[in-house]
């Protein structure tokens, strides 16, 4: 199951608790922020009309939902299909649904525990700091590839690459498989998008398939042959006895390839976008170690690369006086809570230098983005290696993002440097 769906319609909600926003609406998805500004000042917890269920704007409720145990990403574990009237799965989305079963992201403990222990070490932070050196090498080697020319579309040429080539080489494919791992990833990831049509669901599925086919032959080598690889690693990882199976070894490759690529590549281009748009002089925001990480920390509060992750209601409880039932989905707002003026001072304003910088864009509690260390290298990476080299950066023209309100991203970013 792609998303997560309000399966029984709520119809008790009064006219004031009510706001609506299209998600495919442009005016909307190129700039979410003035809507967040309205539901800051007026009504940060609200019923979604166009999404149909609840959802939280403020800080204090996306964090303190996201680390709540009554809520989860998984329903089926504590409910049956028919006692929430969810349908049967659909026959031509299984390959889709195959990926996404043992998907960290779709369990909870003690599913969940189990796998992200077997998974969690590989991304360690000291772990993924060696890594540093053949990013910053990776980095140069796609600046020199377009240096020579006059301008250049940097999502295409920086952000996505090194994301994919990073995380394809830990996984232990070859950095030359990074365009087809994409590509799939790309065709999988449209069905996070708001109403799914009849071909994406198809083209998604082709996809899953395409992506298991590949894997399996990757597992069958290690198998043999294991390697110094994650690939190997999760295949030989063993706990007390317990094993990953072939397919939570696929799932989670996928999910790593998948989620490890996508958002970074977003945040490259919207920091980008940001740094530039705020006229301050980019040598000062990355004249030491310590300032590249604060400047890094404020481009993913500023201009989050997710905006909308949701959760399931495993019991009938009660939040805050909103009542609801088991099943319920809630909405947490995280490009929104980024932005929420009762936490960060001037929270319109992109500041590097800000203090109160803490921000929710990977996430909170036992679903926290298991990828942060990796996404921060890449990103302190990219950003200073990008405006060391060419300092005199500037917007070639004004960017725009894609058409996917929950994955907030440049569709492309053309920037010039003479
Ligand atoms: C700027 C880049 C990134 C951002 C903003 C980001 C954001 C997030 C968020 C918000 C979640 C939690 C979702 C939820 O609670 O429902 C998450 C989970 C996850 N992320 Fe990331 N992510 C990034 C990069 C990465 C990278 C590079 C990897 C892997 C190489 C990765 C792998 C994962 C995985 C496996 C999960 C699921 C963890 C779990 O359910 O236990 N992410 N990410």
Same mark, same amino acid.
């Given at each position: 199951m792609a998303a997560i769906l309000q399966l029984k319609p709520i119809t008790d +909600?009064?006219?004031?608790r009510r706001a609506s926003a299209n998600p495919r609406d442009p005016v909307f998805f190129q700039s979410p922020y003035a809507f967040y500004d309205r539901l800051h000042a007026t009504?940060? =917890?609200?019923?979604w009309e166009e999404y149909g269920h609840w959802c939280f704007a403020g800080f204090r409720d996306v964090s303190a939902l996201l680390r709540d145990?009554?809520?989860?990403?998984?329903?089926l574990h504590v409910a049956t299909r028919e006692e929430l009237g969810m349908p049967e799965p659909k026959a031509h989305t299984a390959a889709f649904d195959l990926t996404e079963q043992h998907s960290l992201l779709n369990l909870e403990p003690p599913g969940h525990t189990r796998l992200r222990t077997l998974v969690n070490r590989a991304f360690v932070s000291r772990h993924v700091e060696q890594l540093r050196p053949r990013i910053v090498k990776l980095a140069n080697e796609m600046i020199d590839g377009f240096e &020579?020319?006059?301008? +250049?579309d940097l999502i295409k040429a920086l952000a996505a690459p090194i994301p994919a080539i990073i995380i394809a080489e830990m996984i &232990?494919?070859?950095?030359?498989s990074a365009p087809k791992l994409l590509a799939w990833s790309n065709r999988m990831v449209a069905?996070?998008?708001?109403? +799914?049509?009849h071909e994406t669901e198809l083209d998604a599925d082709s996809a899953a398939a395409e992506f298991m086919g590949y894997l399996r032959e990757a597992i069958a080598e290690r198998r043999k042959q294991p390697r110094e690889d994650l690939l190997s690693h999760m295949l030989t990882s063993d706990r007390n006895g317990d094993v990953l199976s072939d397919d939570e070894v696929m799932s989670t490759a996928i999910l790593l390839l998948n989620a490890g690529h996508e958002a970074t590549v977003h945040t490259t281009g919207n920091g980008v976008k940001s740094i530039l748009e705020s006229g301050l002089d980019p040598a000062t925001l990355f004249s030491s170690d310590e300032q590249t990480e604060a400047t890094v920390e404020e481009c993913l509060r500023f201009d989050?690369?997710?905006h909308l992750f949701t959760r399931y209601a495993l019991s009938d409880l009660e939040y805050e006086g909103l009542k609801l039932r088991k099943g319920d989905v809630v909405g947490l707002m995280l490009g929104a809570a980024n932005r929420d003026p009762k936490r960060f001072a001037n929270a319109n304003t992109f500041d590097?230098?800000? =203090?109160d910088g803490a921000n929710v864009s990977f996430g909170a509690?036992?679903?926290?983005?298991?990828?942060a260390p990796l996404a921060r290298i890449e990103l302190q990476v990219a950003f200073s290696e990008l405006f060391r080299r060419l300092p005199k950066l500037r917007l070639a023209e004004a960017p725009q993002y894609n058409d996917v309100y929950h994955f907030h991203g440049l569709e492309r970013l053309m920037v010039s440097w003479r």
């Open positions: +909600v009064p006219d004031h009504n940060p =917890t609200f019923f145990k009554r809520f989860g990403r998984e329903i &020579g020319q006059d301008s +250049v &232990g494919l070859p950095a030359e069905m996070y998008m708001f109403g +799914v049509s989050a690369p997710l590097p230098f800000r =203090t509690g036992i679903h926290f983005c298991i990828g």
